[in-house]
């Protein structure tokens, strides 16, 4: 399996704060990568897919960069709904597909 | 935009088998495929598996002897079932839409797992 990590696992910041968010696969997935957002009794939320192909939707803000084993979701200016956990997940090998940990925003 | 709706119980023994049902609005199942995901209390997400519309599957394969994802076309809606349960498999499990990123979920239905 192809095991994504992510870093940092949580992270404090605030309103107005650029925040970055790195993800890295044990292996090359090319830009096979999406990125999710999370918020506490809700289904993941997709936000970037390809590495950095903005979700219909999603505010500007969200950003995403990256191929091969690196990657990088970045919040241009962090807003007050934007608090939230993060996910990563690869999908050029499957099955199965995988997820990082998380980065939780707070 | 997609809509799904998820049931099936929540409350189940050790050694039983889960089912849970999504039924699938605004799209057609064909062309697609069609995932269920759990999450973990720790927050961990696990890909279970999929099929599209004509019954292919594919599974993980720390689940794969145990589970078997299912599509009815007449009833626009994918089954999930997972057997011989234990108290690992207590999570939340979501159904979900997409070949690759997932693009829609369901809301999740908690499962326990407890005699």
């Known amino acids: 399996d192809i095991q994504m990590t992510q870093s940092p696992s949580s992270l404090s910041a605030s309103v107005g704060d650029r925040v970055t968010i790195t993800c890295r696969a044990s292996?090359?997935?090319?830009?096979?990568l999406a990125w999710y957002q999370q918020k506490p009794g809700k289904a993941p939320k997709l936000l970037l897919y390809?590495?950095?192909t903005l979700e219909s939707g999603v505010p500007p803000r969200f950003s995403g960069s990256g191929s091969g084993t690196d990657f990088t979701l970045t919040i241009s200016s962090l807003q007050p709904e934007d608090f939230a956990t993060y996910y990563c997940?690869?999908?050029?090998?499957?099955?199965?597909?995988?997820f990082g940990q998380g980065t939780k925003v707070e | 935009q997609v809509h799904l709706q998820q049931w099936g119980a929540g409350l189940l023994k050790p050694s039983e088998t889960l089912s849970l049902s999504c039924a699938v609005s605004?799209?057609?199942?064909?062309?697609?495929?069609w995932s269920w995901i759990r999450q973990t209390p720790g927050k961990a997400l696990e890909w279970i598996g999929e099929?599209?519309?004509?019954?292919?599957?594919y599974y993980n394969p720390s689940l794969k002897s145990r589970v078997t994802i299912s599509v009815d076309t007449s009833k626009s809606q994918f089954s999930l079932q997972l057997s011989s349960l234990t108290a690992a498999d207590s999570a939340v499990y979501y159904c979900?839409?997409?070949?690759?990123?997932?693009?829609?979920w369901g809301h999740g239905t908690l499962v326990i797992v407890s005699s």
């Open positions: 979900a839409r997409g070949l690759g990123a997932f693009f829609d």
């Open positions: 605004g799209g057609f199942l064909n062309g697609n495929y």
């Open positions: 099929c599209n519309h004509a019954g292919s599957a």
């Open positions: 292996q090359d997935i090319s830009n096979s």
């Open positions: 390809t590495a950095s």
């Open positions: 997940q690869q999908y050029y090998s499957t099955p199965p597909r995988t």
